[in-house]
């Protein structure tokens, strides 16, 4: 374990020695205390702050899960475009590695964590998209927005459905937020899907890491 931390702080202080001189405190501050004991942070899914330990033991409440939950994979990456790098994590519990991922974002002097399912934040892109899935008709890539109250989205590229005349099922087509043609969307989701991954670094960090 200790050294799993050594390689996380070099990685670390290379990213705040490479990154925009004029940054945030707090996203130096996410770098360099890489989710250890004193990482604390506020967390939008259950409003309150706390440590890394205290949000994988609010999991386990939440889902009421006898499976120990952890952190197998992270990545530094500025989802927003502001210049600024967010710390996102792959969530898993148990056998299962596809629970969820967390997003760690500074904003003033509070880092805020965002929650996603597995199918909310699917690959993450080097174009700054992430495919979601919410039905059969309803997907696409999105770029993410962060607030203190949560994140949005910005479509990229996305199918929706809706009931139109006699209860029939319809769907709209959108690229760039512009209404597209089937067409149109299938060639442009084609480009997000064929544009590099972003590459997250292996790790295993569960509650009794951090004690």
């Known amino acids: 374990m200790k050294r799993i931390f050594c390689v ?17 405190k707090n996203v130096i501050k996410i770098n360099e205390s890489f989710l250890n004991k004193d990482f604390e942070f506020y967390s939008t899914q ?7 330990t205290e949000y994988l033991n609010f999991l386990e409440d939440t889902f009421q899960s006898d499976s120990c939950y952890y952190i197998h994979e992270y990545t530094f990456f500025d989802l ?4 600024n790098n967010e710390l996102i994590c792959r969530l898993g519990t148990g056998e299962d590695k596809h629970f969820g991922t967390v997003v760690f974002h500074a904003i003033e002097n509070t880092i805020y964590s965002y929650d ?12 700054g998209t ?16 962060f607030e ?17 005349d006699h209860e029939m099922i319809n769907i709209n087509y959108y ?11 299938d060639k442009a989701y084609e480009k997000h899907n064929k544009t590099d991954d972003v590459r997250f670094e292996k790790v295993y960090l569960d509650k009794h890491t951090f004690k």
Do not use: Q
């Open 80 to 83: 927003d475009f502001d210049g």
């Open 46 to 52: 259950y409003s309150t702050m706390m440590t890394v």
């Open 116 to 127: 996603f399912s597995w199918r909310g934040f699917g690959v993450l892109k080097a174009d």
């Open 175 to 185: 690229v760039n937020n512009k209404k597209a043609t089937k067409e149109e969307f």
């Open 8 to 24: 996380l702080f070099c990685v670390c202080f290379l990213l705040v020695g490479c990154g925009n001189k004029n940054t945030d």
């Open 130 to 145: 992430v495919p979601y899935s919410s039905s059969g008709s309803d997907f696409g890539f999105s770029m993410l927005t």
């Open 148 to 164: 203190k109250g949560g994140y949005s989205h910005k479509i990229a590229t996305c199918s929706e459905s809706f009931l139109g």
